[in-house]
Nanobody
Framework: HVQLVESGGGSVQAGGSLRLSCAAS????????MGWFRQAPGKGREGVAA???????KYADSVKGRFIISRDNAKDTLYLQMNNLEPEDTATYYC?????????????????WGQGTQVTVS
């Protein structure tokens, strides 16, 4: 079965950096669209970045130029490098995979999710 496990969250000061990881198993990791999403208290789950099987990436406007999504197919791992973090980036971050064609950026289009990792920026 599909399993996604995030790690790398923590607390940092504004301007700092964190790298999130998402270990994937249970499917052919190299083929499908994967994404990072976040959810702050009282808000809906929003797309942060996505990457398809060919390595094409998409970003939310709020993180363009600061976050980088990447995947290491040999390690079955998805990454999110977060630089110049802002207090507004504080949220629980989730990775997700879509096992259908296409690489959208809405949470409703992704079927499998990790448990989330907390990022706090002060």
């Amino acid at each position: 079965h599909v399993q996604l496990v995030e790690s790398g969250g923590g607390s940092v000061q504004a301007g700092g950096s964190l790298r999130l990881s998402c270990a994937a198993s249970g499917y052919r990791h190299t083929t499908y669209c994967m994404g990072w999403f976040r959810q702050a208290p009282g808000k809906g789950r929003e797309g942060v970045a996505a990457i398809d099987g060919a390595g094409v990436t998409k970003y939310a406007d709020s993180v363009k130029g600061r976050f980088i999504i990447s995947r290491d197919n040999a390690k079955d791992t998805l990454y999110l490098q977060m630089n110049n973090l802002e207090p507004e980036d504080t949220a629980t971050y989730y990775c997700a995979v879509r096992l259908n064609s296409g690489c959208p950026t809405l949470a409703k289009d992704f079927a499998f999710w990790g448990q989330g990792t907390q990022v706090t920026v002060s």
